[in-house]
């Protein structure tokens, strides 16, 4: 069975700075990503990592976020940096494209 369990999340102030981290089991995935739900929005993708290729970024969070994987331990993470009041939202991984099983997600919540 398939599990994504996510972590690291909080409350920062706008400019602040969180790491999330995500651990994957039952399975290992070539594309992993990163996405992310606002209140009243849709579920969207916010990074991803390829085997063996470059990292890609919503325009949102090009040169704030950066994502990393530990291949040997199957997790990923996501740093960001100079966080915005929109960057609040749930955040999850999944593989890219993502399965139908999503974790709890960890709420980031940027405020002053």
């Known amino acids: 069975q398939v599990q994504f369990v996510e972590s690291g999340g909080g409350l920062v102030q706008p400019g602040g700075s969180l790491r999330l981290s995500c651990a994957a089991s039952?399975?290992?995935?070539?594309?992993m990503g990163w996405y992310r739900q606002a209140p009243g929005k849709q579920r969207e993708l916010v990074a991803v990592?390829?085997?063996?290729?470059?990292?890609t970024y919503a325009d949102s969070v090009k040169g704030r976020f950066t994502i990393s994987r530990d291949n040997a331990k199957n997790t990923v993470a996501l740093q960001m940096n100079s966080l915005k009041p929109d960057d609040t939202a749930v955040y999850y991984c999944?593989?890219?494209?993502?399965?139908?099983?999503w974790g709890q997600g960890t709420q980031v919540t940027v405020s002053s």
């Open positions: 999944n593989s890219h494209p993502p399965l139908r099983s």
């Open positions: 039952g399975s290992r995935f070539i594309d």
């Open positions: 990592v390829i085997a063996g290729g470059t990292p």
